[in-house]
């Protein structure tokens, strides 16, 4: 069976989901558990996609997933799907629009549709938008806010000195 076909989840009504999906609910779910990480390892999401139980069992494509095909930032092998961001080697979070990405997946999807979710993670989009993705200056129309990407941008430029100082030497000698 290859990794991105959905399956049928053996109890409970019947829902196939993709890997990739499952994926993101595991690393949504992680993000609301701990809003104070940035982000998760591959395995960590793994394990939460295990401990959820979205599937009758753990399909060993959800570990390639977060670690590859997901990855909106790592070159396509072979999917171009953005629903995850590489933050250092080893670490993973929720891609949000605004993040680089690989030039050969600037145009993959990076959440998954509501009808492809079970009902019980549907949620999880409406929270992605009004909590995760605008938390980081994301606006709620998905859309990066040009203000607020600019947060902390040029603190390099007055690390030794306070930014009041900075700006007054740079205007000195103007007329």
Not at 1 to 11: F, G, H, L, R
Not at 90 to 114: M, N, V, W
Not at 135 to 155: C, K, N, T
Request: hydrophobic content about 35%; glycine content about 6%; some cysteine.
């Amino acid at each position: 069976m290859k990794t991105d076909e959905p399956i049928v989840a053996e109890s409970g009504p019947s829902f196939a989901i993709s890997v990739a999906d499952e994926v993101w609910i595991a690393a949504a779910l992680l993000h609301r558990e701990h809003p104070d990480r940035e982000a998760f390892s591959a395995r960590e999401i793994s394990e939460r996609a295990r401990r959820e139980a979205i599937t009758p069992r753990l399909r060993p494509g959800v570990y390639v997933h977060a670690i590859q095909h997901c990855v909106a930032n790592r070159p396509p092998n072979p999917s171009r799907l953005r629903m995850l961001f590489a933050t250092s080697r080893s670490q993973r979070r929720l891609f949000r629009p605004g993040d680089p990405s690989h030039p050969q997946r600037t145009t993959a999807r990076s959440l998954p549709d509501a009808g492809d979710l079970p009902p019980r993670y549907r949620p999880l989009l409406a929270w992605y938008a009004a909590e995760y993705a605008a938390e980081h200056g994301v606006r709620r129309d998905g859309g990066a806010d040009p203000l607020l990407r600019l947060r902390g941008s040029g603190r390099q430029l007055w690390r030794e000195e306070p930014a009041d100082d900075y700006v007054e030497r740079l205007r000195r000698g103007w007329k």
